[in-house]
C-alpha cells in the first residue's frame, strides 16, 4: 500500500455488501501491565463473545505482563523478545485472525460499552474504518471527537507540531474539527479503532517503513482513495475512555515517541525527491525549534544532557537514507548503539525514510528525520563527527553539516563508510562522487582488497583505514561432519536475484552425479524467486528445496552442514560472518572482502575461478574431506571472534576517529589507527 505521496497503488474498492464477521480485539502492548488489566477487564464486560488477541513487545514491564497473562487464558498471547514496533505488531495480530472484523485497541483505553453502535455502522456496505468518540478525563483542552482529523497539509502539521491545533480549531489552518463529523476526511487516530476486515484484505496491511505511528493517516488515506469511507460514531453514553500515560521529561523511550511522531509527519505529507511536502514541513518545523520559547527551552536541555553524556568524547552522527532492511542499514544502527553504550552521544539521521530496524535502535540513540538539504543540527560538543554512506544524499549531508559547523568554529569530521561492492572494469563512483570523496577527512573500507578494487579506476581520499562489518557474538555451533551420516547439507541464505548464482550451485551439485551424498536447501526470498525455482531441473526436485524466507540465521543454519556464497559480486557478505562465528564452514566465490575474511583459505573454502566446473571441484572435495571441512568451520570461527564482532568493528571506527581528531578518546583503543 502507498507509504506516502510518492508511491500510489491501485486498490480495489467496497463492495455493495457483506455478511457480519465476528469480531476480534487485538492489543499491543510494551509497557504498563496494570493499563493492560483494566483494558482487558473492560472487554471482558462490554465484549464477552469477542476473541482477544495481546501481542507484548518485549519491554521493563514483560514480566508482569507475563503474570497477567497466567490470569487471563481465554486470552490469545504472543510475547515478543524484542520491540518490533506497533505496526509489525498489529499486522501479525491481523494476520492471527483472518476472518475476523477488528477492534485495534489501546492498552490505555477503556470500554464503557459495548460500542453498538460503532459496531453496526462498520457493517455498513463501503465502511472500512470506525471510532467512536473517546473522553479523556484528564485532557480539559480537547473534544471527545478529536480523534477524527481532517487531511493532513504542510501548515496543519506545522500549526499540531506547535501545539496550536486546538486553539484554532476549526480555521483551515488546524486538523482538528470544529464540531464531531459523521464522516471524516482526513483519518481516525488509533485508539479503539474497529477496522473492516474486507478493507483490510482489500488494501493489504500497515506500511511497516513507519514502525509506530503514521500508519493510520496513511491507511485510511488510501482507503478513501479506493472509495471506502471513514465514520465517527458518537452513542448515547461514552464507549471510550482513554487515559494519558505521563512520562518523565528525560525518558529515553518518551523522546523516541516524539521524535517517531515527528519522522513520520514527513513521511505522511511526502517527501518526493527529498523537497516534497514532507520536506517543507521538516524546514519549517527546524524554523519552529528556534523561534518558539518552548523548544528552545527543550533544545537547550537536550543539548546539555548530551554534552555531560559525552565528557570529552566527540559527539557522533550517524546517516542513512533510511533504516529500512539491507546490511548497510543495519549495521548503521548497530554502530550507533555500540558507540552510544560507549558513552558518545549519539544521533542517527534518516535522510529519506524510517524501516523495521527503528526497532533495533538504542532509545539513547537520537533519531531524526531531515532531507538532505537541511544540515543545520543542534551539536552538544566542539567537536563531532558524521559517519555515513557514499550515496549522493549522505554525501550532500555530510558536506553541508561540515561547512555550516567549520564556518562557526566548529571541528567538525566527515568519515564516510562505503559498503559498495567495487565495479571491476569501470570506476565505482561518479566523477562528481570521487571528487567529493577527496575532500573527506577519511575512509572507511571492508578490508585491504575493497579498497583496492574500489581506487582501481579512481583516486580517493589518501586516508584510508579498514572497518570490517560486525555481528554480536552468537553461541558456538557444533558441527556434524557428514560421515556420521546422512548426504552433505549444502546451503544458501540469501536474497534470491540473478546475481547470486543459485542456479550456478545446482548445476555445480548436478555435475557431481552423486545424486545420494548432498542436498540443498535455499533459504530467501526475492524478485527472481518463482522463475528460479521453475528453472531447477526436475530430476533434483528431491534434493534442491526452496525454502523461502527464513525468521535469521539460526533457523537457516540448522539446516546446514556448509553454507555457500557463489556470487562473485560481493563487497563483504554478513552472511559469511553470521555462519563463520558459528562454526558453520563457508565456501565462496572470490570477491571484495572474501579472500580476506576466509583468511585466503585458512578460514573457509575459496572458489576461484567463479564456474561451475570450479565450484563442481570444491563440493566434491568437501564431500571427500568432511574433517577437513569441520577443521576450517573451527578456524573460521576464531577468525570471525576476533575480526568480525560489533566490538571489534566498532574499536575500528573509533580508532578512526582519533586518527581525524588528532587525539585519544576516553574509553578507546589506544592503538593508533592502521592507514591503507
Not at 555550516?404 to 569530521?413: D, P, V
Amino acid at each position: 500500500m502507498p507509504a506516502s505521496e510518492d508511491a500510489v497503488e491501485a486498490v480495489p474498492g467496497p463492495a455493495s455488501g457483506r455478511a457480519p464477521r465476528e469480531l476480534a480485539v487485538l492489543i499491543v502492548t510494551g509497557g504498563r501491565a496494570d493499563l493492560l488489566d483494566r483494558a482487558l477487564a473492560s472487554v471482558d464486560k462490554w465484549l464477552p463473545e469477542a476473541r482477544t488477541h495481546v501481542w507484548d513487545n518485549h519491554s521493563p514491564a514483560s514480566g508482569d505482563v507475563a503474570d497477567l497473562a497466567a490470569r487471563h487464558p481465554d486470552v490469545t498471547w504472543t510475547a515478543c523478545e524484542q520491540n518490533l514496533g506497533y505496526i509489525v505488531a498489529m499486522n501479525r495480530l491481523m494476520a492471527q485472525v483472518p476472518d475476523c472484523d477488528a477492534l485495534q485497541l489501546d492498552p490505555a483505553a477503556e470500554l464503557l460499552g459495548p460500542l453498538t453502535r460503532a459496531r453496526a455502522v462498520l457493517a455498513e456496505p463501503g465502511v472500512a474504518v470506525v471510532s467512536p468518540v473517546v473522553v479523556d478525563p484528564d485532557d480539559d483542552s480537547g473534544r471527545p471527537w478529536d480523534v477524527a482529523h481532517r487531511p493532513p497539509t504542510v501548515l496543519r502539521s506545522l500549526v499540531a507540531s506547535a501545539g496550536y491545533a486546538a486553539q484554532l480549531r476549526g480555521r483551515a489552518v488546524s486538523d482538528l474539527y470544529p464540531a464531531p463529523p459523521q464522516e471524516v476526511d482526513g483519518y481516525l487516530a488509533r485508539g479503539s479503532l474497529l477496522v473492516s476486515r474486507d478493507a483490510w484484505d482489500a488494501l493489504g496491511p500497515f506500511d511497516q517503513r513507519f514502525f509506530g505511528y503514521g500508519e493510520d493517516a496513511v491507511w485510511q488515506r488510501a482507503a478513501r482513495a479506493a472509495g471506502w469511507s471513514l465514520r465517527l460514531v458518537d452513542d448515547l453514553e461514552p464507549q471510550v475512555r482513554h487515559t494519558g500515560v505521563p512520562s518523565a521529561a528525560d525518558d529515553p523511550v518518551a523522546r523516541r515517541e516524539d521524535e517517531l511522531r515527528r519522522a513520520t509527519r514527513i513521511m505522511v505529507l511526502g517527501n518526493r525527491g527529498n523537497v516534497g511536502r514532507g520536506g517543507l514541513y521538516a524546514a519549517g518545523d527546524l524554523v519552529l525549534e528556534r523561534a518558539q520559547r518552548s523548544r528552545r527551552r527543550h533544545r537547550r536541555d537536550q543539548r546539555s544532557a548530551r554534552a555531560r553524556t559525552a565528557g570529552s568524547r566527540p559527539e557522533i552522527l550517524v546517516t542513512s537514507n533510511g533504516l529500512d532492511l539491507g546490511g548497510a542499514e543495519r549495521q548503521r544502527v548497530v554502530l550507533a548503539n555500540e558507540l552510544v553504550e560507549r558513552g558518545h552521544p549519539v544521533t542517527v539521521v534518516a535522510l529519506q525514510k524510517l524501516g523495521p530496524y527503528t526497532a533495533e535502535l538504542d532509545p539513547r540513540v537520537r533519531l531524526l528525520m531531515r532531507p538532505f538539504w537541511q544540515p543545520l543540527m543542534d551539536m552538544a560538543t566542539d567537536e563531532s563527527i558524521v559517519v555515513g554512506g557514499v550515496t549522493n544524499t549522505e554525501m550532500a549531508f555530510a558536506l553541508g553539516w561540515r561547512a555550516l559547523g567549520r564556518s562557526a568554529g566548529r571541528r567538525r569530521r566527515w568519515i564516510p563508510a562505503t559498503h559498495d561492492p567495487a565495479e571491476l572494469d569501470r570506476p565505482t563512483y561518479t566523477a562528481a562522487q570521487a571528487r567529493a570523496l577527496r575532500t573527506a577527512d577519511a575512509l572507511l573500507v571492508l578490508a585491504r582488497a575493497h579498497h583496492a578494487d574500489l581506487t582501481r579506476h579512481q583516486r580517493l581520499t589518501t586516508a584510508v583505514m579498514a572497518a570490517p562489518n560486525g555481528i554480536p557474538v552468537a553461541p558456538a555451533r557444533a558441527y556434524a561432519p557428514a560421515s556420521t551420516g546422512g548426504p552433505v547439507r549444502f546451503g544458501m541464505l540469501t536474497r534470491i536475484v540473478e546475481y547470486k548464482n543459485p542456479l550456478l550451485l545446482v548445476d555445480a551439485l548436478d555435475a557431481l552425479n552423486r545424486p545420494d551424498e548432498w542436498t540443498l536447501d535455499i533459504f530467501g526470498a526475492g524478485p527472481d524467486l518463482e522463475q528460479m525455482r521453475g528453472r531447477t531441473p526436475a530430476h533434483l526436485a528431491d534434493r534442491v528445496r526452496w525454502r523461502g524466507r527464513s525468521s535469521g540465521p539460526d533457523e537457516a543454519f540448522r539446516d546446514m552442514d556448509v553454507l555457500c556464497v557463489p556470487s562473485g559480486f560481493e563487497a563483504f557478505p554478513l552472511v559469511m560472518v553470521e555462519a563463520m562465528v558459528r562454526g558453520l564452514p563457508v565456501m565462496a566465490s572470490l570477491s571484495g572482502a572474501v579472500p580476506e575474511m576466509l583468511d585466503e583459505g585458512r578460514a573457509g573454502i575459496p572458489v576461484d575461478p567463479l564456474t561451475r566446473e570450479r565450484w563442481t571441484e570444491a563440493l566434491r572435495n568437501v564431500i571427500d574431506d568432511p574433517q577437513g571441512t569441520a577443521a576450517l568451520g573451527a578456524a573460521g570461527r576464531e577468525r570471525a571472534l576476533a575480526h568480525y564482532t560489533v566490538g571489534a568493528m566498532v574499536d575500528q571506527y573509533q580508532r578512526a576517529f582519533a586518527h581525524v581528531l588528532g587525539h585519544p578518546i576516553p574509553g578507546a583503543p589506544t592503538e593508533p589507527a592502521t592507514l591503507l
